[in-house]
């Protein structure tokens, strides 16, 4: 007897992520109509079995060897530029400095512009791109611009962003160089998703924002397959995730879920961790207070321009993964992120973004809560590369 046939690569269909609702993956779509996000959801069951562990090992070294659970169906329309696959760099120096048992860094730096942005617009784009979107725009703090500037030019696609007038000069020197067309705002993230969102309705363009698209959140997800393939086949015991938005930690928290689905991990989850910055701390606020949803910071301020993100659509999803897998979350200052970059680039040879350093920061405090144990396997994601924020002081002003 012959297995039946694989299903086709794509998702199967996208699902809002409040109400369960279903809806068609084959037309291009933003929110739900409840104003969620949505999620797409693959033939799991057909591919238990075929898309293993052991079929995925010799692939390409990139987020397209998990190609069955990404959303793209042609590959004439991957837009790629060798993303994903990044180091898991373990880290005994650092281990020591913070007295856990085994401390490894997901050095997302490594990425083709030095953010780990690049996963989510490589799929945004090119799924944007299938489904023949000819012009793109996003708004952004910073390193989701410079990853939307460079995959739109790979794709040969007009890319629009819309960036704070702080934002860090090596990624408005990275926007330009690479065509876009580039407005600066005197304002935060969300003032800058207005701007996009009219000329959206007016011009036709495609919004790319955080969540409002399903696809960002495909790309970030493969964060946690990676993880499952470089430790061997296992997840480690805690995950600290710098957040701003959240689409990284949602994905991967998605992820774990289609790996027990595919039969790869049992119920197991690592316990994940949210860090955000005192001067701009939501998730952190909303997670103390038992709520399960974020209301909005007032005046974010900090020069992690990935944590300047004062309300995110995707809160609800951030909060329940935390609680669902006995995480928490912990807010730290500009001046320790500053420090902590420095021992962890000297512990470890990896210049980290400020968002890096918050991880390790957050550590001390994560043990002292009794949150984070001696004995752990942590994972810290460094998700860009410090070169992308020279000139940049903690307080969130240029130096
Ligand atoms: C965007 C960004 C973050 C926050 O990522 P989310 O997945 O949106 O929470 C963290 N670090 C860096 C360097 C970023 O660019």
New binding site residues.
């Given amino acids: 007897m012959s297995p039946p046939p694989s299903p086709p690569p794509g998702a199967a269909f996208l699902e809002c992520t409040g109400t369960g609702a279903t809806f068609p993956s084959e037309r291009l779509a933003g929110l739900s109509p409840a104003g969620k996000p949505l999620f797409a959801r693959y033939d799991l069951d057909s591919l238990r079995g075929r898309f293993t562990p052991a079929a995925v090992a010799c692939r390409v070294p990139s987020l397209w060897r998990y190609e069955e659970v990404l959303p793209v169906r042609d590959r004439a329309f991957r837009v790629t530029l060798g993303e994903g696959f990044t180091p898991l760099v373990d880290s005994p120096r650092l281990a020591r400095e913070l007295g856990v048992g085994r401390l490894r860094i997901k050095d ?1 730096g490594q990425n083709p512009t030095g ?3 690049d996963r ?1 617009l490589c799929m945004a784009v090119s799924r944007a791109f299938e489904l023949g979107v000819r012009e793109l725009a996003i708004p952004s ?4 611009a410079g990853s939307t500037a460079a995959y739109g030019a790979a794709a040969g696609l007009p890319v629009h962003v819309v960036v704070p007038d702080d934002t860090p000069l090596p990624i408005l020197a990275e926007i330009r160089a690479l065509g876009a067309d580039l407005q600066l705002l005197r304002g935060l993230i969300g003032d800058c998703g207005r701007v996009v969102r009219e000329r959206c309705d007016r011009d036709g363009w495609w919004d790319l924002s ?1 969540l409002k698209e399903p696809y960002r959140v495909e790309g ?1 997800k493969t964060m946690g397959y990676e993880l499952f393939e470089q430790l061997g086949g296992r997840l480690p015991d805690a995950i600290v ?11 991967m928290w998605k992820a774990f879920a289609e790996m027990e689905a595919l039969g790869w991990i049992g119920s197991e989850r690592p316990r994940m961790f949210s860090v955000q910055s005192d001067g701009c701390a939501p998730m952190v606020r909303a997670w103390e207070a038992g709520l399960e949803a974020a209301p909005v910071w007032e005046d974010a301020e900090t020069y ?4 300047r ?1 004062p309300g ?1 659509v995707g809160d609800f999803l ?1 909060l329940r993964a935390i609680r669902e897998s006995g995480g928490g979350a912990v807010a730290v200052s500009d001046r320790e992120m500053e420090r902590w970059v420095g021992r962890m680039g000297a512990a470890t040879g990896i210049f980290a ?4 350093g918050a991880t390790a920061a957050a550590v001390p405090r994560l043990m002292e809560m009794g949150l984070i144990h001696g004995g752990d396997e942590v994972v810290l ?1 460094n ?2 590369s410090g070169l ?1 924020y020279v000139g940049m002081a903690p307080g969130g002003s240029r130096a």
């Fill in positions: 997302e953010s780990f942005k989510g703090a910073g390193n989701a955080t970030k995730y710098p957040t701003g938005g959240g689409t990284g930690l949602i994905g992690a321009a990935g944590l993100v995110a951030i973004a400020p968002e890096g994601f998700t860009g992308k």
